[in-house]
């Protein structure tokens, strides 16, 4: 069940009809992406919306940022735990549903040193058409996904990759719309809706949606988590919360506008 609150109003829909709580609604046009900047972020903030989402006939892809090579707990994990988080990871989306996920391969840790866009040095990880940065990645795979909304993690997040994927993609919702680095693909012609989802911090203002699922797919959320066997001494605070809490997600929709003068006009007049 999904519920949704109007943040200048306040008041609350408790209707299940999708449109009712997602601003213009594409039916089987509707496409998501999520950019989760952690093979699992995306997943404690947003399983059960994945889940809702795909028995509403939506198109579900999923972006994952960086290459989980900062996340092993033990020494003998260091070698390896990119290869360990792939499967992880590739198992717990299965659960859900998600058949595949993308991976950008950007160094975990590390996305501050890959803000913006420049040219890629020869065999560098994560260049598209001759360039490598988030805003390359980013423009390039809203181009050619098109998805009608994107999720990603609030910004207020603690973790710096978090910040970093955040404020990146939101500048590259502005490239993707228009025709800024041809070789990326056709610039768009509309921006999609933004959301975003929480995991380690509250969100800056209250969020707009609630989901409540149902105890199966609760329980289908805490298996895809722990699916992420090498990650759970870090993630168990996390977990536990959840377990705690029940079957309940909140996603803020996040005021994606261009600047315009005449939202100020009235305030000198």
Known sequence: MLK???PKTGEVIRESVPDKHFKDWQGRDEKWLFISPHDDDVIIGGALLIQWALMNKVSVDVLIVTDGSMGYCTEEQRDNIKEIRRKETNAAFALLGVDEVKWLGFPDGGLRLYQGRRAAQKDEAAAIAGYVGLQNSFTYWFRKLK??????MADSDYHPDHKVAHEEAIIS?????NQIWPELGKGRDFFPAVYELAAYCDFVSPPTIEICARTEMFNKKLKSIKAFSSQEEIIAPLVRILEDRGPYEYVREFDFKL???????ALFE
């Not at 998805?147 to 990603?152: L, N």
């Not at 919702?173 to 719309?177: E, P, Q, R, Y």
């Open 147 to 152: 998805p009608t909304r994107v999720f990603i």
């Open 173 to 177: 919702l502005f490239h993707a719309n």
């Open 259 to 265: 600047y315009d003068p005449q939202v100020y006009k």
């Open 4 to 6: 949704s609150r109007n």
